[in-house]
């Protein structure tokens, strides 16, 4: 049984926006190992991922759940940047996506209190992406 995992640097999310990609820059992946380990070792050169959330998954294997998650956003391509060093699976997201996707969430389960201000958060990416992987 693998594990779904996103998880986000704070100076590849820097990089990202001074190069233009925007701030909102998650890797996905599925192992078999503890996430916070692989994290730990880090990707695209930088050392300070934080695994922002994980889910264990039986029959998903990682190739399939970033053709999922690509056919909705736009995966970074690793061999343009050669500061993602090869890291597959590292996603741009944009904030509206994002927003419409957890106020469609919100109606449909009729936990919401109506429009209102909504404070984006690491987790609210995190579960997009996750929703959209095991789709």
Do not use: C
């Not at 996430?35 to 998954?57: C, F, I, N, Q």
């Amino acid at each position: 049984m693998g594990t779904l995992y996103v998880a986000r640097s704070t100076r590849l999310s820097r990089w990202a926006s001074d190069v233009g990609l925007g701030r909102h820059v998650y890797k996905v992946g599925v192992t078999d190992e503890d996430p916070k380990l692989l994290a730990g070792r880090g990707w695209a050169g930088e050392t300070d991922w934080t695994v922002v959330r994980k889910r264990a998954v039986a029959d998903l294997d990682e190739e399939e759940a970033l053709a999922r998650l690509a056919a909705k956003e736009k995966m970074i391509d690793p061999n343009l940047y050669p500061k993602l060093k090869g890291a597959v699976g590292v996603f741009r997201l944009s904030e509206q996506r994002v927003e419409n996707h957890l106020l469609v969430s919100r109606a449909l389960s009729g936990g919401g209190t109506g429009p209102g201000e909504i404070k984006l958060k690491p987790g609210d990416f995190a579960d997009y992406l996750i929703h959209y992987a095991l789709r």
